[in-house]
């Protein structure tokens, strides 16, 4: 498929466990977003990157919290010793620069991740 | 710190009835953008709106963009069960953050 992809679907992990969650964005989009959506919530950013540069990463909660997209592609966010409040859907979104600066995303369907 | 309200939260209707839902916020934004999102899927993007006052409609759907630019609305005519979902509203903040509101859950009954 053309759009974007996330995985896994669901992740379940045990406070403390470190998880890592993909995301393969739509082939040519420079712009990549990560987001936090909490149930019942709308998504809260936690960092962006162009290519392979992370430009803003001000909304990641803790240092717990890393990200990363070496080759401008594939994009990997990671969470260290998992608590329950990070309990969430993962959202990944990309964007390509024409539509970019009108802050236009395409996202993939998420990750759940259950901290129990 | 800049944020999107949306109203209402939540949205129980019958099929074939109207409805407006808002978006609201005391900063200016440069654009403005509506995402629908169903259960267990991600935003899908529906429309953008740049212009003060800009009126744009996607069928049954019409989008207002406020004239200051701090405002919006979506407005359903004729509302049926496939048009269930969170409406989210989303504004870039002028770097490479973007904002969105909590969203209106909007239940539509056959």
């Known amino acids: 498929g053309a759009g974007v992809s996330q995985s896994p679907r669901y992740k379940v992990a045990k406070r403390g466990q470190d998880v890592a969650l993909r995301c393969d964005p739509i082939?040519?989009?420079?712009?990549l977003f990560w987001y936090q959506q909490a149930l019942g919530q709308g998504p809260e950013f936690l960092t962006y990157f162009q290519n392979e540069a992370q430009l803003d990463k001000s909304g990641l909660p803790s240092d717990r919290f890393f990200a990363e997209r070496p080759e401008g592609s594939v994009s990997t966010l990671k969470i260290q010793r998992t608590q329950q409040e990070d309990s969430a859907v993962y959202l990944c979104a990309s964007s390509s620069p024409g539509i970019g600066s009108y802050n236009e995303q395409f996202f993939g369907p998420g990750t759940r991740l259950t901290v129990l | 710190t800049q944020l999107l309200e949306q109203s209402p939260q939540f949205l129980s209707i019958q099929e074939g009835e109207n409805l407006t839902v808002y978006c609201n916020s005391s900063?200016?934004?440069?654009?403005l953008q509506w995402y629908r999102q169903e259960p267990g899927e991600g935003p899908v993007l529906l429309v953008t709106v740049v212009t003060g006052g800009e009126v744009k409609k996607l069928k049954r759907l019409t989008f207002q963009f406020g004239d200051a630019r701090k405002d919006s609305s979506l407005h359903i005519t004729a509302a049926q069960p496939g048009d269930t979902g969170l409406y989210l509203c989303?504004?870039?903040?002028?770097?490479?953050?973007?904002?969105f509101g909590a969203g209106t859950r909007l239940f539509v009954k056959a």
């Open positions: 082939s040519g989009h420079v712009s």
């Open positions: 900063s200016v934004f440069s654009s």
């Open positions: 989303a504004a870039g903040t002028g770097g490479f953050k973007t904002i």
